[in-house]
């Protein structure tokens, strides 16, 4: 593989995720990785220009990355909106020279039969630095792009030029970030969803 190796997670604490750099990667090494990690979830790959990231999530990573997915498809449920989920989708484009996976990834109605990209990515945010994932998504071409971070829900909507930071998802309007932040908070996962569905019935 033409590339060298920059670990950006040394001897980070547990609940952080870990990430390694491959610089002057080439798309053939991104393809290669993808066929040789197979079906696993592990690591998790993007590349931008020429850069190949491989991150291993951390358990709290991929408990609040289901939390959220658990709390979203509870408010559709409730709202009575079609919400398909497609996970961790590998999304890629040799053109773009990019390719990401996001946490969770949703079309909202039914999913084209051409999809090529879905209609709300999100990312959890547990550790700084690494590829620019805004710049990752606008290259895909995905409409609109969330972010939990430092308990925040922040939502990226794409514009001409790039992304812009709204208030409220664009693609659901009706959903209260203070609700999701709320159950967010709650002492579990099941919890978070009773208490966000006792919220939308009271």
Known sequence: MAATAESIAACEPAGIDHHVLLRHATWA????LLELRGESAVPR????????ELMTPSGIHETDKTR??????????????QLEGVGSWTIRSEEAERGAEPDECYFVGPIPDDAQRPDIAIEV??????????EVWRGLGVPEV?????????FFRLREGGYRELE???????LDPALVLEAMAAPSQTEAVRLLRERMRG
Do not use: C, N
Not at 146 to 154: E, I, Y
């Open 29 to 32: 090494d991104y393809e290669r």
């Open 45 to 52: 790959l993007t590349f931008l220009d020429g850069v190949l």
């Open 68 to 81: 959220i997915g658990r709390l979203l498809e509870a408010w559709a449920d409730e709202s009575g909106i």
């Open 125 to 134: 945010v547990r550790t700084s630095g690494g590829i620019d994932k805004l």
């Open 146 to 154: 969330w972010f939990w971070q430092d308990r925040r829900l922040r």
């Open 168 to 174: 409220r998802s664009r693609a659901l309007p009706d």
